[in-house]
Structure formats: C-alpha cells, structure tokens
C-alpha cells in the first residue's frame, strides 16, 4: 500500500496507490466518491446517511369493520430508499445488512360521520405482534365523525424483522363504517438512525 | 354478516366491551388480503371459541 499526499495551494489530496480518498481545504474534508469513514466494527459514520428510510400513504379510502384490528392499507408509496416497504403487504422489512435504531412513526385519520365511535386504536406490529399503541378512548360519549391518532417511537431492530400498522375502532352496532381517510393523513413512514 | 356479528349471534351476552383490545378477551383481526377477519385471540373465561362449523 502506498499513501501519497498530493498538496495545491489550495487543497491536499490523499491517496492509496494512486486512487483518491479524501481532500482537505479550508472548508474542511471531503470523502472521494464511495470512501468512507467506519468505525472498529466497520460501520459507516461518513459519509452520513439516514437509511433505510421510506415513506407511504393510504392510496385510498378504507372502512374498517367495527370491533376488528384491521391492517392499514399503505398502498401509496413515496420514498423507499432499500425497496424496504411491500405495498402489496403494506409492510416494511428491515433490509440485510441494516439493523439499528429506527423512528417509526405513523398517522390515522379516521373520517365519516358515525355516531358512537368510543375508542380508536392503532397498532404498529412487529413480526405480527404488538410492538406499541396509542388510542383515543372517549367512553361512553362516542364521536361522531374525525378523528385521529398519531404514534412516534424508537424500535432497535435486525434484519428480517417487519412492522405494520393496524387500526381497531370499537364502538355501538353503528360503529361499523368509520374509514380511514384522506391519503395525506394516513401515513406510514420510518428511518435508521445513525449511531 | 361480520365475523364480530356471526360471534354475537351465537353468544348474544357478549359486548363490544369483550372484544376491546385494551381490557376484552377476544381479539378479531383482519389483514386485509381478502381472506376476511378471524378470531387472533380468545381469552373468555367460560365461553368455548366457537368453530368454523358454526361460524360458517
């Protein structure tokens, strides 16, 4: 191996047997195109990147039937950096390679005017288990027509381990009906952290 | 007909109460790939799961 610095007045260039790896100016370094930095274990600090992440909606109206925890149809996918994310099983599956912390994060907007909606839950599953929840329970009291839930969390995950979203909405026999509504505020999406 | 209303046909003393996720003891679940929703979990302490033959 041979290590060669290559200084201009303006910027050093080191290289390795002839091939660049990084230049160092006034501004700072920068990596020649897929050199990185890793650590110990080999994992990539520089350059920085929040990947896997991917991003997907409702592609359209769904009713959910009363009293059933019914998977959430994210259809509509747009962003997928690892081709992670299976709209045909509205499901993301950790890539090879890729486990780590991950921001999961998800959105339900339940629309149409029933009267008695008394609790609203959603679900993120992961490996067809409960991983979190969050719900809104209004008692007896009911709700007629929006509402919605909203859910953030941090899940350490290997490869191979999926999540999906679903929806329960529980109320009267006219529970029935309530959809999850408005592409844009149903949503599904997720990244790595670096760490 | 539902699944949830076939199961109350068979067991009318059973509410919505019972299939809460958060406090019931049955569970149903849908995962929306066109089989239709099926009993993930059932915890009641005296009544028997009911069969396909009777949800059928």
């Not at chain 1, 994992?43 to 009713?63: C, H, K, M």
């Not at chain 2, 996720?21 to 799961?49: C, M, Y």
Request: aromatic share 8%; charged share 15%; net charge negative.
């Amino acid at each position: 191996m041979t290590i060669t610095l290559k200084p201009t007045a303006s910027e050093t260039t080191i290289q390795n047997n002839g091939s660049d790896i990084f230049t160092v100016d006034s501004t700072g370094i920068a990596m020649a195109s897929g050199k990185t930095i890793q650590n110990a274990s080999g994992d990539v600090l520089l350059p920085v990147s929040n990947t896997p992440a991917f991003s997907a909606q409702l592609g359209s109206a769904q009713t959910l039937t009363n009293v059933t925890v019914t998977k959430a149809l994210f259809n509509n996918e747009l962003f997928d950096t690892d081709n992670a994310f299976d709209t045909s099983t509205n499901r993301f599956t950790v890539p090879s390679g890729k486990g780590g912390i991950y921001s999961i994060s998800a959105h339900l907007r339940l629309a149409t005017g029933v009267s008695n909606l008394n609790l609203a839950v959603m679900y993120l599953y992961k490996n067809n288990a409960i991983a979190k929840y969050g719900y809104n329970n209004h008692d007896a009291n009911g709700r007629g027509a929006a509402d919605s839930i909203a859910l953030t969390t941090l899940l350490d995950l290997n490869a191979g381990d999926y999540l999906e979203i679903f929806a329960y909405i529980g109320g009267g026999s006219s529970g029935s009906g309530h959809q999850l509504n408005t592409a844009g505020h149903t949503i599904f999406c997720g990244h790595r952290l670096i760490t | 007909m539902s699944l949830y209303e076939k199961i109350i046909a068979l067991y009318p003393e059973l509410t919505t109460e019972d299939f809460c996720p958060l406090e019931g003891t049955i569970v149903l679940q849908d995962d929306s790939d066109g089989k239709g929703a099926f009993i993930r979990e059932w915890n009641h302490p005296t009544l028997a799961k009911p069969t396909d033959e009777e949800l059928a």
